[in-house]
């Protein structure tokens, strides 16, 4: 258990639904990350959101609609998604405060998306 | 650009010493991670570098050199839940963590 929580940890869905993945830290962390992590690629930095503000959207389709409702909770919407958008979608945070070291991301376990 | 490369696989034997290399190409650094991910699992913390030289935390270490752009990690008497994959990443000057692809490490009996 690393204090963050992930939902669901499983989904399957048709191009054209409509689904949300939750993410939910209780490290009290400021930092929240979405990343896509593809089998044999290096994880892929979506969203960043600091003190509820998002500092990052690493050119991702508009399909991909992260939300922050709080410093504790994190949403990921998802709209007429396509194959290749199949992968595990990981939610980290962190207290990114001072020297590197505070730079540690706690990750979530994941949510395995199929796109069929 | 920036980058990060370490190898896609090793295989090693249970009890025996294994050494996981990394290079890094980054604008600027603020130190350097690896993660531990096993299958299906959250990549969880094993260490940061930030100055040149080992690092030692129990079965593992961790070292960091900047002039090269180079870290290792190394794994000693192997147990079989070290298998995993084992994920470098730098952080660059604006505090962004960069990823490799991870190094999946398989032992065997």
């Known amino acids: 258990e690393t204090g963050v929580t992930q939902t669901p940890r499983h989904l399957v869905m048709g191009m054209t639904n409509k689904k949300s993945l939750k993410c939910e830290q209780h490290l009290g962390h400021n930092a929240m990350y979405w990343y896509k992590q593809s089998a044999k690629k290096p994880l892929e930095l979506m969203f960043v959101y600091n003190f509820k503000e998002q500092t990052e959207n690493n050119s991702v389709p508009s399909r991909f609609s992260p939300e922050c409702p709080n410093s504790s909770h994190l949403f990921l919407h998802l709209h007429t998604l396509q194959p290749e958008d199949s992968a595990l979608y990981l939610c980290?945070?962190?207290?990114?405060?001072?020297?590197?070291?505070?730079?540690?991301?706690?990750f979530g376990p994941g949510t395995r998306l199929t796109v069929t | 650009g920036q980058n990060i490369d370490q190898p896609t696989e090793m295989t090693a034997t249970e009890g025996a010493i294994v050494q996981i290399n990394c290079t890094y190409q980054?604008?600027?650094?603020?130190?350097l991670f690896w993660y531990q991910q096993h299958a299906g699992e959250a990549p969880t913390f094993l260490s940061y570098n930030v100055l040149d030289g080992l690092e030692e935390k129990g079965r593992f270490s961790s070292f960091l050199s900047r002039s090269k752009g180079y870290s290792y990690l190394l794994l000693k008497e192997l147990q079989m839940k070290d298998s995993a994959s084992y994920l470098c990443?730098?952080?660059?000057?604006?505090?962004?963590?960069?990823w490799g692809a991870g190094t999946k490490l398989i032992i065997k009996p």
């Open positions: 990443a730098a952080l660059d000057s604006n505090y962004q963590l960069i």
């Open positions: 980290a945070s962190s207290q990114p405060t001072g020297g590197g070291d505070l730079h540690e991301q706690y």
């Open positions: 980054t604008s600027g650094f603020n130190g």
